[in-house]
């Protein structure tokens, strides 16, 4: 048997996530530049106002649960204008963001809400409720927004979970946002998702969970440990304003994820408060508009992790933003391993992200 050559240095280091306990892989010797994680995309075809659902509302109905209209006033208005088609309009007033129901929804608030075994299962209904946050602009991503176009998405938000999240049988409330089709997204218009769901789902079982464990061991919340240490370190911020930080994490689970912390420790986003939307939307569409410009608009997702709305005490969480742009695809080791390997280190990705203007 031929000998193996013995390197000085692995080529990659394994690290664990002090809250969930996942443990994830960063090949630094599979280190790439930028460009060598543009990936091939699906062509996205920028419809029409015939063509794109949310944009011609009055003729692909939807139930409406919220409508953030223009001010007549409103700078923006000219910029929509811009992209050569007329404001998209719901009863025949323009709107700057709405909130419909999706029209074909994976939870519905209606049916018969009973835990039922199924050989050695257990099921539930889909019960619950599933929307769509849409901004008017048909062709700028989020990144590309005006930062008060952000904060009223963020408003948005805000409002949907407040009036969900008290609702019977809803334990968790998830806001998404696909970005391309290799990300999910169905509908070329930049849009979210919101989902209320019966449910606590395992990621965020694993991530409150591993936080409340710490915290009864360390007497104090891990997600503030571990932004405390970053900003000693100083090696993986991206940005920083009065309330929120944004640092691509030791232990990155795909290259050049990015998260969006409040800087005061708080369990529950929709209790941000007015100042903090503000600051919260730089950060986020700052975050973006860097992703967008360094990978050349590569797919995404992004996510909240708040709370669950199950009425129990969770004093101990942190929330927070999670982006993951899409620059690899999960093979064998990772599917069969849950151990994701990222190919660059999280401070190469934070420094080439701070340096993109």
């Not at 409002?159 to 809803?170: G, M, N, T, V």
């Amino acid at each position: 048997m031929p000998k193996i050559k013995q390197q000085k240095k692995p080529p990659s280091q394994l690290r664990q996530d002090i809250v969930s306990g996942n443990w994830v892989a960063i090949a630094s010797g599979r280190e790439k530049r930028p460009k060598s994680f543009k990936t091939v995309k699906c062509a996205v075809v920028k419809s029409s106002k015939k063509d794109c659902p949310f944009c011609d509302l009055e003729n692909n109905p939807h139930k409406v649960m919220l409508v953030h209209p223009f001010r007549k006033d409103d700078p923006y208005l000219k910029e929509i204008k811009k992209e050569g088609k007329p404001l998209p309009t719901y009863k025949d007033e323009p709107f700057s963001i709405i909130d419909v129901y999706n029209k074909f929804p994976t939870f519905v608030p209606v049916g018969d809400f009973k835990k039922k075994t199924v050989g050695p299962y257990k099921t539930l209904p889909g019960y619950g409720y599933h929307e769509v946050i849409i901004p008017a602009s048909h062709y700028k991503t989020y990144g590309q927004l005006p930062v008060d176009r952000v904060k009223e998405i963020i408003d948005v938000f805000q409002a949907r979970y407040l009036d969900l999240a008290p609702k019977k049988h809803i334990d968790y409330i998830s806001i998404i946002h696909n970005h391309r089709p290799e990300a999910g997204a169905s509908i070329a218009h930049p849009h979210s998702q919101l989902f209320a769901i019966p449910i606590i789902p395992k990621d965020i079982k694993a991530s409150v969970g591993g936080s409340k464990e710490y915290f009864a061991k360390h007497g104090k919340c891990p997600h503030c440990e571990m932004l405390e240490w970053e900003r000693e370190k100083k090696e993986r911020i991206v940005f920083e304003n009065e309330d929120f930080i944004v640092v691509c994490p030791f232990t990155s689970e795909v290259a050049f994820e990015t998260r969006i912390y409040p800087k005061l420790h708080s369990p529950y986003f929709e209790k941000i408060q007015e100042k903090e939307k503000i600051n919260l939307a730089k950060a986020l569409k700052l975050s973006l508009n860097k992703i967008y410009k360094a990978l050349d608009d590569p797919p995404l997702n992004f996510f909240f992790h708040t709370a669950p709305a199950d009425e129990k005490n969770h004093d101990h969480y942190h929330w927070h933003i999670e982006i993951f742009p899409k620059v690899t695809i999960w093979a064998g080791f990772e599917l069969g391993t849950g151990i994701e390997i990222s190919t660059i280190e999280p401070k190469q990705a934070a420094e080439i992200l701070r340096k993109t203007k």
